[in-house]
């Protein structure tokens, strides 16, 4: 899996925010945007895309999509 | 002293989703009010520790997927007549509507709602009820008196067992066979410990809850009694909601 990729898929849960605002050090929970359903809409992406189950807690641990990333990765 | 009018004595009673949370407890329970209890679930394993855990005897436990329609016509040929029925399995997943997919909107209906409604229909049809039966299926307040972020399958799958229960109520009246669901809130279970959500989630979750706790699978079990009991001969087509006061 490639981190690009990712952060695509990542920005396709938002509605709002520009792609732009999407890099590997984008603190995500900070984004205006950013709500309970997101993180849902995430974890979903992320069983759909990587057949991988995070739990509300690796959100948690997340700060940047990068950390988010190596843990979908760890995952794997 | 032996005055009870919630007991549930030598009343021979199935229940299924057996081998865990709300269904473990409610067999456990119902064995302690008096009840001979057939109890039914997937996993033998969990299905023998509730098995170890009911008081008195007479009690018979049946391994069966109800999904698998030779697995539901052995559960029927299995059991004995019944004064209680409790459709409790049930399955959750939480997906935003843009995830919604063929495979987990069909399983959740179908053991949700469609099992719930083929055990009922089977058991009639087999007359498998007692006079006075009770039939009693555990819905939510999810869907039915309130809705959350993300649980639209969920949601639809009990409404739809709610409804199924009050159009069953009128309809079995005559034969003297009652039918109720109880509506839980969030209930400590594994059914709700899937890691969805984070302790952060749950703590701003349980503050909405008027008790300020969620609520244990014992709590649900004492309504399931109730309207199991002939303390509620009065009593159907009601949906019980037991949930600490959320949706007030
Ligand atoms: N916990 C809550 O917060 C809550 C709130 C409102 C309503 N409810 C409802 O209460 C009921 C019980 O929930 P719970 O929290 O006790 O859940 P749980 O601990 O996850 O138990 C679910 C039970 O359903 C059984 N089951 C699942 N799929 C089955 C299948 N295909 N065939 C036969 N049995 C199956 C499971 O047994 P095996 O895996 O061994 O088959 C298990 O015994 C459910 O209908 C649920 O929707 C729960």
Same mark, same amino acid.
């Given at each position: 899996?490639?981190?690009?990729?990712?952060?695509?898929?990542?920005?396709?849960?938002?509605?709002?925010?520009?792609?732009?605002?999407?890099?590997? =050090?984008?603190?995500? +929970?900070?984004? *205006?945007?950013?709500?309970?359903? #997101?993180?849902?809409?995430?974890?979903?992406? /992320?069983?759909?895309?990587? =057949?991988?189950?995070? +739990?509300?807690? *690796?959100?948690?641990?997340?700060? #940047?999509?990068?950390?988010?990333?190596?843990? /979908?990765?760890?995952?794997? | 002293?032996?005055?009870?009018?919630?007991?549930?004595?030598?009343?021979?009673?199935?229940?299924?989703?057996?081998?865990?949370?709300?269904?473990?407890?409610?067999?456990?329970?119902?064995?302690?009010?008096?009840?001979?209890?057939?109890?039914?679930?997937?996993?033998?394993?969990?299905?023998?520790?509730?098995?170890?855990?009911?008081?008195?005897?007479?009690?018979?436990?049946?391994?069966?997927?109800?999904?698998?329609?030779?697995?539901?016509?052995?559960?029927?040929?299995?059991?004995?007549?019944?004064?209680?029925?409790?459709?409790?399995?049930?399955?959750?997943?939480?997906?935003?509507?843009?995830?919604?997919?063929?495979?987990?909107?069909?399983?959740?209906?179908?053991?949700?709602?469609?099992?719930?409604?083929?055990?009922?229909?089977?058991?009639?049809?087999?007359?498998?009820?007692?006079?006075?039966?009770?039939?009693?299926?555990?819905?939510?307040?999810?869907?039915?008196?309130?809705?959350?972020?993300?649980?639209?399958?969920?949601?639809?799958?009990?409404?739809?067992?709610?409804?199924?229960?009050?159009?069953?109520?009128?309809?079995?009246?005559?034969?003297?066979?009652?039918?109720?669901?109880?509506?839980?809130?969030?209930?400590?279970?594994?059914?709700?410990?899937?890691?969805?959500?984070?302790?952060?989630?749950?703590?701003?979750?349980?503050?909405?809850?008027?008790?300020?706790?969620?609520?244990?699978?014992?709590?649900?079990?004492?309504?399931?009694?109730?309207?199991?009991?002939?303390?509620?001969?009065?009593?159907?087509?009601?949906?019980?909601?037991?949930?600490?006061?959320?949706?007030?």
């Amino acid at each position: 899996m490639e981190l690009q990729e990712f952060i695509e898929k990542f920005a396709a849960q938002f509605d709002e925010t520009d792609a732009s605002a999407f890099t590997p =050090e984008t603190e995500f +929970k900070a984004l *205006d945007e950013w709500s309970s359903l #997101t993180a849902l809409s995430i974890i979903s992406m /992320v069983d759909e895309e990587y =057949e991988v189950l995070l +739990k509300g807690n *690796d959100i948690v641990n997340a700060e #940047t999509i990068d950390d988010l990333y190596q843990i /979908v990765k760890s995952k794997r | 002293m032996s005055y009870n009018p919630f007991s549930l004595d030598g009343k021979i009673t199935l229940i299924t989703g057996a081998s865990s949370g709300i269904g473990q407890a409610t067999a456990i329970e119902c064995s302690k009010m008096g009840a001979k209890v057939i109890i039914t679930a997937r996993n033998e394993e969990r299905l023998n520790e509730t098995f170890a855990q009911l008081e008195g005897d007479g009690h018979q436990k049946i391994i069966a997927d109800l999904t698998i329609p030779e697995d539901l016509d052995r559960l029927i040929e299995s059991i004995p007549q019944l004064d209680g029925l409790v459709n409790n399995a049930g399955v959750i997943k939480t997906l935003p509507l843009k995830f919604i997919n063929e495979h987990d909107l069909i399983n959740i209906l179908n053991i949700n709602t469609f099992t719930p409604v083929f055990l009922t229909q089977r058991c009639i049809k087999k007359k498998k009820f007692s006079k006075k039966a009770s039939i009693v299926f555990s819905s939510s307040v999810g869907g039915v008196y309130k809705v959350s972020l993300g649980n639209s399958m969920y949601e639809m799958s009990k409404n739809a067992i709610d409804a199924f229960m009050r159009s069953a109520a009128l309809e079995l009246a005559h034969n003297g066979i009652r039918c109720n669901s109880v509506n839980p809130g969030m209930i400590e279970t594994p059914l709700i410990h899937r890691g969805t959500y984070s302790e952060e989630d749950r703590r701003k979750d349980i503050e909405k809850y008027p008790l300020k706790k969620y609520g244990q699978p014992q709590e649900v079990a004492f309504g399931i009694i109730y309207l199991l009991s002939d303390a509620s001969a009065w009593v159907t087509g009601t949906s019980l909601k037991i949930d600490g006061g959320v949706t007030l």
